[in-house]
């Protein structure tokens, strides 16, 4: 049986700005990551998701 606990501040936090960044990116022009941010964009929600997942199963993260 696996043990599922809350994320940590951090690693929700960290989910979060990956998921910012991939919906501000569909309507507004981030100056510094903006292109890497637009031609990744699923990747920064697959990874915000990854991120999350790994702090609800993981008690480090």
Do not use: D, N, Q
């Amino acid at each position: 049986m696996i043990r599922l606990s809350p994320p940590r501040l951090i690693t929700f936090a960290l989910s979060l700005v990956l998921v910012g960044l991939a919906l501000a990116s569909l309507k507004l022009k981030i100056p510094v990551v903006g292109p890497t941010v637009v031609s990744h964009r699923t990747w920064f929600f697959v990874g915000a998701y990854a991120v999350l997942a790994l702090g609800v199963l993981s008690r480090r993260f």
